[in-house]
């Protein structure tokens, strides 16, 4: 855990006050603790943004401190961006304990090029894209990579296929679950619209016919 950050204690709460941190440089936030309150924060924006650069997951473990107090490890939970300038607006913190597991959800990556896909024509489908796992805090991995580069046509690469520790960390998620798969691309026939379109105008042919018949 290299991320490190000074924040301080926020007395003040509410949007307005939110506002005139933003301006000033800070990031509100909020660390939860097990068994005890939430505490107001605010972050120096320049300091934290740097931290989520050199990251590619947001779920990371900081090492902060409050104003000269004692450090504290701390998972960052939660980030919300401003919708339309993609700023850090708002930052949710848990207080851990480093020698008890927790529940994470991480993100999984897939990488290199598959043998069904370079090859063999077909389409790599991402099935699932984050796993929920169990380890320590200083054991979380950023992301969990899995390699498809042998994947060919018709393979299905499962949980169970994943190259993990298991002595740092645990899948809680079933083992037969499929996190990516090689298929043939879907091909769209438009035939029966064609089809459909043509019977619709017979009948009118037809019926024009009938009418001039009658009129002879």
Not at 17 to 44: E, F, M, T
Request: proline share 4%.
């Amino acid at each position: 855990m290299d991320a490190k950050i000074t924040v301080k204690s926020r007395e003040v709460t509410g949007s307005a006050n939110a506002r005139r941190l933003r301006r000033d440089g800070w990031v509100p936030g909020v660390i939860y603790s097990d068994g005890a309150g939430a505490r107001s924060v605010s972050l120096p924006k320049h300091e934290f943004e740097q931290i989520l650069h050199h990251h590619t997951s947001e779920h990371v473990m900081i090492q902060i401190q409050i104003e000269g107090g004692k450090e504290e490890s701390v998972l960052l939970k939660e980030v919300q961006h401003d919708a339309i300038s993609g700023g850090v607006v708002h930052v949710d913190l848990q207080e851990v304990a480093m020698n008890k597991k927790l529940h994470v959800e991480v993100p999984v990556e897939l990488i290199g090029e598959a043998e069904g896909v370079k090859n063999q024509g077909g389409v790599l489908d991402h099935l699932v894209h984050s796993l929920e796992i169990s380890c320590f805090p200083a054991d979380i991995p950023e992301t969990i990579e899995v390699d498809v580069s042998a994947m060919k046509l018709g393979d299905i690469l499962t949980v169970k296929d994943i190259p993990v520790d298991a002595s740092k960390i645990t899948i809680l998620i079933d083992a037969d679950v499929g996190v990516a798969s090689i298929s043939l691309p879907k091909v769209v026939e438009e035939t029966d619209a064609e089809e459909g379109s043509a019977e619709s105008g017979e009948p009118e042919v037809l019926s024009e016919k009938k009418e001039e018949d009658s009129a002879e």
